[in-house]
């Protein structure tokens, strides 16, 4: 009888432990959703191409997550702003005509109208998000917020976690045929925004474009900014387009590896952290070249190739007013495509400063009849 009850006993505490100690047969696997839910977004509103046909069908793309690979969708109540600017006139895009595609890609397709050089911007809604002190340093060292990972560390607030009050504005510029008009230069009014000071399709590849970044309509100095590319190889006669995805350091001044991860902190997984969990190799935001601001907001773009360019920058701020916050960002991309210039003019020289067939022909014939007179006279 005594045997009987520790033997009840002890299934009861077996039974006991299984119900208070969950099983999880796929650790790993759980270890990697926690990487998932841990990885860095930027966003960058972008084209197929960005050289396009008059009354073309076209597609802009939100791509939430790196320059190159978009991991999540943006819901429709984020989007406090989205619209194009055609011939001076700003067009809202209709929120229920944006589609999901493997709810990675948020996409909207639209009529590109006459021709033009024209820009497009999407604004987002801001969010709190907690991390952890090493959560938050390690995101602000993997997306190049190098500032404020400083002044972190002078203060001795490295052990401090953060509650961060994040908002992102993105733009893209695009030219439709071969008439260049003023709309690229359009302040959409974003909390923070790039605004180049000189026509992206009058620049080309082997030269220089200057950005000028405001806040609130205003120049920002003294701001890290990071630019890079992706190579395209274009033939924009027949409409043809080859991408190239990967970086060229040709002309740029380098900081760190490419990056291929991000940072998430809510359900949107829109701002987050990630490491290669199988290669060890933490990625990074800040590839290609590495500017900051001037006195009047002003960054110089080296463009050494034709390609799909972009230029980004969180701007954060100790958020000394708030019992709440500890830190505000506000984010900002801008892109937009370089080519080469097709200098019709150097063929047209050619033949000016070379003699034709024909010429040779014609002036060999007067030599030689030339000669057979001044022989025969003598």
């Not at 082997?206 to 890079?228: F, N, R, S």
């Not at 900051?292 to 960054?299: A, Y």
Request: proline share 3%.
């Amino acid at each position: 009888m005594i045997l009987n009850t520790r033997v009840i006993t002890k299934k009861l505490v077996n039974a006991k432990n299984a119900i208070t100690k969950p099983h999880f047969p796929h650790k790993p696997i759980c270890l990697l959703l926690a990487l998932v839910l841990l990885c860095s977004h930027d966003l960058y509103l972008k084209m197929e191409t960005y050289f396009l046909e008059p009354n073309q069908e076209a597609t802009l793309s939100l791509y939430n997550g790196t320059f190159e690979n978009s991991e999540n969708i943006i819901t429709r109540d984020r989007m406090l702003d989205a619209s194009i600017v055609v011939q001076g006139k700003r067009v809202a895009l209709n929120p229920d005509q944006w589609k999901d595609q493997d709810s990675t890609i948020s996409q909207i397709t639209f009529n590109t109208g006459e021709a033009g050089t024209y820009v497009a911007g999407v604004s987002t809604k801001a969010r709190n998000i907690e991390l952890a002190a090493k959560d938050f340093n390690s995101y602000l060292e993997h997306d190049g917020v190098m500032d404020m990972l400083a002044q972190r560390t002078k203060d001795n607030l490295l052990e401090q976690d953060a509650v961060e009050l994040y908002e992102k504005h993105v733009k893209a510029i695009y030219q439709v045929g071969d008439v260049k008009t003023n709309d690229w230069s359009t302040v959409l009014g974003y909390p923070i925004e790039f605004v180049p000071l000189a026509n992206p399709y009058e620049t080309y590849s082997g030269e220089d474009l200057e950005v000028q970044l405001l806040l609130d309509g205003k120049p920002l100095p003294k701001v890290l900014v990071y630019a890079d590319f992706i190579k395209t190889a274009h033939d924009h006669a027949s409409g043809d387009h080859s991408h190239e995805h990967q970086h060229d350091g040709s002309g740029h001044t380098h900081d760190s590896a490419h990056a291929d991860g991000g940072h998430d902190h809510d359900h949107d997984h829109d701002h987050n952290h990630d490491h290669d969990s199988q290669t060890g190799e933490t990625h990074t935001h800040t590839s290609g070249q590495k500017l900051r601001t001037d006195d009047q907001g002003k960054v110089t773009v080296n463009l050494p190739e034709d390609g799909i360019y972009y230029v980004r920058t969180i701007h954060m701020t100790n958020a000394t007013d708030s019992d709440e916050l500890t830190h505000r960002s506000k984010w900002a991309t801008m892109t937009f495509e370089v080519s080469h210039k097709h200098d019709t003019d150097s063929h047209t020289h050619d033949d000016e400063d070379s003699i034709p067939t024909w010429g040779f022909v014609l002036g060999s014939l007067f030599i030689v009849g030339l000669l057979f007179l001044v022989f025969r006279k003598k």
